[in-house]
């Protein structure tokens, strides 16, 4: 921070001093019944010696100290609370559900602090070596402090979108799609440490918006459509070529065993120039992608 910088106000959600509105309603009640039985009272009087200030007060004071009471009152619905503000300033949040009462000059915004889903829209985006992949992901998140989700952003729910994009983009960029030998975390084979970092992420940039993320995930990935052709022959490759390393590595073990079988049982001996041809063969037994077809030798070893 330079020295001639503002400091950031962040918000604090905090207990609002409100009640419950059965009390209150009660209150309405007395005073509406008190209201009727006191013009039913002055109508069978025909207000004959009554006095002036009764009559102000029947007719003025006790309807007015009614719709004082009634503009009080307010629902809160489950997981729903109420931001009360006087005048502009925060006064705190009512998070009791049901019928409540506050004063009437309170104004109280409501918020839902509800477990909300979103399916973020296809983004292409670089992965780390460069290729363009199509990525989207699912958040479930929720308001944790309605005081910094209503005072410290200018409209939270726009600020998630923006920000689930912005975290896929930088997740996206820090891994590659795939990775034939394993060797390395990657998009398409590590969806649980991805979407792990996805969700540390995701929290660091909404806590300014008091938002929690319960669960993130992937729900595309694919490379983009002007290299799919390209990027799937290279995969086809590496695995054709991974598949032959793993035939050579187990027929040279299968060859070297067969050799030093015959040599400890002294089946047959054979010279260096006899060696290499039974290797040669049983290579070509081994990695051959078609059935060979034997060949009977009736002859002596030599013919």
Known sequence: MTPDSTPVHVSVERPAHSRSGFAMLAVALGLLALFAAELIWLGATHGRGVEPA????????L??????????FYVIQPNQAAAILLFGAYRGTDRAHGLRWVWPWLMRKRISIRANNVVSEKL????????????????????????QALF???????????????AVRQIGSRYPYDDIEHA??????NHDEVSRELKAELDARLRLAGITVDECGLTHL?????????MLRRQQAEAVIAARRKLVEGAVGMVELALDQLSQREVITLDDERRAAMV??????LCGERETQPIVNTGTLYQ
Do not use: C, H
């Not at 009764?54 to 004071?61: K, N, P």
């Not at 694919?222 to 390209?230: C, L, R, S, V």
């Not at 040669?280 to 037994?285: D, Q, T």
């Open 54 to 61: 009764l009559v102000v007060t029947t007719v003025i004071a």
């Open 63 to 72: 309807p007015l100290l009614f719709v004082l009471v009634t503009a009080g």
């Open 124 to 147: 292409k985006v670089n992965d780390l070596r460069g290729n363009p992949i199509e990525i989207a992901t699912n958040v479930v998140w929720r308001v944790a402090d309605t005081a």
């Open 152 to 166: 410290d952003v200018d409209d939270y729910r726009a600020f998630v979108l923006v920000q689930i994009e912005a």
């Open 184 to 189: 390395e975390v990657t998009l398409r084979g």
């Open 222 to 230: 694919a490379y983009a459509p002007e290299i799919a052709g390209a």
């Open 280 to 285: 040669s063969n049983l290579m070509v037994v």
